[in-house]
């Protein structure tokens, strides 16, 4: 059965809380940290980007397990933040695993599901033969304008999953998707920064969309919550999850292991695969884990997770890379001025 | 091989020369090396000109046919080399003439060096710099010659006990001697404070530890000994001319804080003028940052590994010390326009030999010897120089 | 450094792709495809470095060209890499006082630097401290 295989996280170790973001700008900090569930996000360091943490990510997943990286046949990036607008953040990421030449490659854009996208994708290149492995990675270097809503949680990050059926640490039994044309969040060519619906981005966005593939799945497997041990939703921030959670039947400590939002920020194409990240670092095996993703635009992905003997077998090293608790563990915390340096937002000669 | 003399010097001052271009500074100071060798330039038989980066400088390259060109030369067509060894290029063009003239091949040759660096903004000099290390693998992943100098000093004061002030007063001392030299670029005597609280370029090395971007030419004429009275009163004879190579990147030096390509330079150059440095009465080395010199001073065998800041503190390199070094200010103040700061080096030894030095006179100069370096040490050249 | 520069290192600079003499054993980080012990004699072929090493001298770069005007302060090394050969790389810091000769570094992909705003981006090998992460 078509699963991953093995699985890597990248968080760059910068934080900024949001009351110094709400400083600068004016606004109430607590407010804005009891309304969002978050209390401070990642950053990248000046040297950062998608591509950087991207192959931190993957190279995380193949310290892990032995692959031969000549067998991954796919690599596929998701970001909104690819580094080049033309020419691919797959490639590099290929190159810097030793996946390179005979693989395909493209980066994905599904504003924060992308990633799940490549999971997608990948399964299909598997399960049809096409190739032994797929890589799906999920990074972003989160955009949000100076003062901007977003600019409390956009954050730095990213997950890399490696597909294929040949003994998998997780089975995933099925995926579905449920898309629509809806415009809550968007980012028009040459523009610095994405735009938003504001509110709209929450019932007609989020929790429609989210609802609708995960009540797809129950549909199609009839199965429910309760058939769960772990569920994670996108995060781009703690409310969203919560309560999507409870409408689907999910209990909060199911959801726990994988929302990691409150203390890395959104990491758009990042924030699922890094909760399900979280959520596979101390899962067991037999552990059945519920997820779906959503990017705006907008879309949804479910899947069904079963984690296998596997993941505790000599042949997978969970150790052999840092968790998703490392990873936020020790952050450096910078203000405001140190963010926008790291972040490109001072305009420069 | 015949032995080779020194019959005329000529040096442009150094600094930021505004007003004057490339092919200018030249043309001045070979005048001037031609009018102390009370020579016509019809009698010159061909010319070497060291130049570090014309290319990136002022955009010129073919800087042999243009400096032999416009000083005149072009419709007695002598041969005319442009000599590259980055920091280096002076002395070799110098060896170049030296070789020349001792093969019987040529009679009178001028030595010539020039550099133009101040007609690009600062970063982009310090950039064309940095090509004198390996772009590839030092240049490409941010370091500059201050940087690759710090790491030589970090790695220095970790294994010997060499104090920053120490430090310091080699650039306190060469500011002395640059004071006192007319063509300096710095005319300012400073204090170890003023070394100590310049801003640092790259740790431990601060603003005054650096040679600073300068313009400048300098031209001798050499000619055989046995003609030398033709034209001078006090020749001046090449006792030795020594070359030496080493790896390009610094990390793959045997030694990190020792210049092998100097040690072995300076054994060449010893045994071809049969001295040792107890003979030698002062020397012009390469102080493109202070800690140059504390490693030169030690890497020609003036003291043992470790005790050139001692040396240093203690005076024994100051004008009336035991070995004088830098009479002329050396790079630190006299300024270091790459290309020029090897003849520069000869002019200033052959001044002294001569007795010619004026208020930086050393007592009694016999024998001088000049060391210049390219890159971090991938290129030295050492030349010992006596009264004829 | 020009596009075509950039390219013809990619492995070497992205993976710490170096050579190794078959001859004398020698391993060359940067690479070299000449054996200067073994000379003519010696056959060169690839070599994959671990990315581990220690800090054998650095320095902290606060004056830089243009191309890395935007990064300093930074601390600029030579390492040794655990394989033998010493190589100068960034070793990225938070505080850049955290230097240390003899400090363990392990390798990381970063941003090296790009030709300006619309050229570009040079991927490459730096180094952070090599500490476990925290249980």
């Given amino acids: 059965m078509t699963g991953i295989i093995t699985y890597g996280a990248y968080i760059p170790r910068y934080r900024i809380r949001l009351e110094e973001i709400a400083r600068v700008w004016g606004d109430n900090a607590q407010d804005i940290i009891g309304g969002l569930g978050v209390r401070e996000k990642s950053l990248p360091d000046v040297d950062e980007d998608t591509a950087t943490i991207a192959v931190e990510a993957a190279r995380g997943a193949l310290a892990r397990r032995e692959i031969d990286p000549a067998e991954i046949g796919a690599v596929y990036v998701g970001s909104e933040s690819h580094p080049y607008a033309v020419k691919p953040t797959a490639c590099t990421v290929g190159e810097a695993i030793g996946a390179t030449p005979n693989m395909t490659a493209a980066d994905y854009e599904f504003a924060c599901k992308a990633g799940t ?186 899947f069904d997770i079963e984690v296998t003997d596997a993941i505790e077998a000599e042949t997978f090293r969970r150790g052999g890379a840092p968790t998703v608790r490392q990873l936020l563990s020790n952050p450096i915390y910078v203000d405001y001025a140190r963010y926008a340096r790291h972040k490109g937002k001072i305009v420069m000669q | 091989m015949r032995d080779v003399a020194v019959i005329g010097i000529g040096c442009t001052t150094f600094g930021e020369k505004w007003e004057t271009s490339f092919r200018d500074l030249f043309l001045e100071a070979g ?116 940087g690759l100098y710090a790491m030589i000093a970090t790695d220095y004061m970790h294994r ?56 400048g030419a300098a031209a001798v004429i050499l000619a055989p000994l046995e003609r030398a009275r033709e034209f001078t009163d006090a020749p001046i004879k090449v006792l030795a001319t020594a ?20 040690v072995v330079a300076a054994r060449r150059a010893y045994e071809m003028a049969g001295l040792t440095p107890a003979a030698i009465d002062l020397v012009e080395v390469h102080d493109c940052f202070t800690i140059a010199e504390i490693c030169a001073i030690e890497d020609l065998g003036f003291c043992a590994k470790g005790e050139a800041g001692r040396l240093t503190e203690e005076g024994e390199t100051a004008l009336n010390g035991r070995i004088p070094v830098n009479t002329s200010g050396g790079l630190k103040a006299c300024g270091h326009p790459v290309g020029a700061t090897g003849i520069k080096q000869v002019a200033e030894i052959v001044q002294q030999l001569r007795g010619d030095a004026g208020r930086r006179q050393v007592d009694g100069a016999e024998i001088g010897m000049t060391q210049n370096v390219g890159g971090t040490g991938a290129s030295v050249a050492v030349h010992i120089f006596g009264r004829a | 450094m ?68 935007q990064q300093t302060p930074f601390v600029l090394a030579i390492i040794r890499l655990d394989e033998g050969p010493r190589v100068t790389v960034q070793v990225v810091v938070e505080d850049v006082s955290e230097a240390r000769i003899g400090m363990r570094v392990r390798s ?28």
């Fill in chain 1, 117 to 302: 996208a490549g999971i997608q994708a990948c399964m299909g290149l598997v399960g049809a033969g096409m190739v032994t492995y797929g890589l799906a990675i999920g990074s972003d270097v989160a955009q949000g304008a100076p003062s901007d809503a977003l600019e409390y949680t956009a954050a730095a990050g990213g997950a890399a999953f490696l597909i294929g059926n040949r003994d998998p640490i997780a089975e995933i039994h099925r995926t579905v998707s449920f898309t629509t044309d809806t415009p809550d969040f968007w980012r028009r060519e040459g523009q610095t920064y994405p735009s938003h619906g504001g509110r709209f981005t929450g019932d007609p966005g989020y929790f429609k969309h989210v609802q609708g593939a995960a009540r797809l799945m129950f549909e199609q497997t009839g199965k429910s919550a309760t058939d769960y041990d772990y569920a994670v939703f996108h995060q781009p921030n703690a409310k969203f999850p919560r309560r999507v959670a409870h409408l689907l039947g999910f209990t909060p400590e199911q959801i726990e292991p994988g929302l990691v939002v409150p203390t890395l920020g959104n990491t758009y194409s990042g924030a699922t695969m890094i909760g399900l990240a979280a959520t596979l670092d101390m899962a067991k095996p037999g552990d059945r884990i519920f997820v779906t993703s959503f990017g705006s635009g907008a879309g949804a992905d479910s």
């Fill in chain 2, 31 to 146: 005048a001037l090396a031609l009018e102390d060798a009370q020579l016509s330039g019809e009698r010159i038989d061909a010319l070497y000109v060291g130049n570090m980066s014309a290319g990136r400088f002022v955009e010129q390259e073919h800087v042999g046919a243009l400096i032999a060109d416009y000083a005149g030369m072009a419709s007695r067509h002598i041969p005319s080399t442009r000599v590259e060894s980055a920091c280096c290029s002076g002395s070799l063009a110098f060896r170049q003439a030296v070789i020349a003239v001792a093969s019987g091949l040529e009679e009178i040759v001028v030595a010539a060096g020039v550099e133009k660096m101040t007609d690009v903004e600062t970063s982009i000099s310090v950039d064309a710099l940095a090509a004198a290390a390996d772009r590839e693998w030092e240049g490409f992943v941010g370091a500059t010659f201050p």
């Fill in chain 2, 160 to 215: 010997y006990p060499l104090t920053r002030e120490q430090l310091a007063m080699v650039a306190v001392k060469n500011h002395y001697n640059g004071a006192r030299n007319p063509i300096a670029q710095f005319h300012s005597e400073i204090t170890v404070d003023t070394v100590l609280r310049s801003p640092l370029v790259a740790d431990p090395l601060r603003l005054f530890d650096c040679s600073p971007i300068t313009d």
């Fill in chain 2, 243 to 262: 070359q030496a190579s080493d790896t390009i990147a610094l990390h793959d030096r045997r030694d990190i804080s020792t210049l092998d390509a100097t």
């Fill in chain 3, 2 to 69: 020009s596009v075509p520069r950039f390219w013809r290192k990619i492995p070497q600079r992205y993976n710490l792709i170096g050579t190794q003499c078959t001859s004398c054993e020698r391993r060359f980080y940067p690479p070299r495809s000449f054996c200067p012990d073994c000379r003519r004699s010696g056959v060169i072929e690839p070599y994959r470095f671990q990315g581990k090493g220690e800090v054998v001298t650095f320095t902290v770069i606060r004056s830089a060209s243009d191309a890395f005007e």
């Fill in chain 3, 108 to 135: 990381v992909f970063r941003r090296i630097g790009t030709e300006g705003e619309s050229g570009v981006i040079h991927y490459g090998t730096k180094f952070v401290p090599d500490v476990p992460y925290a249980e």
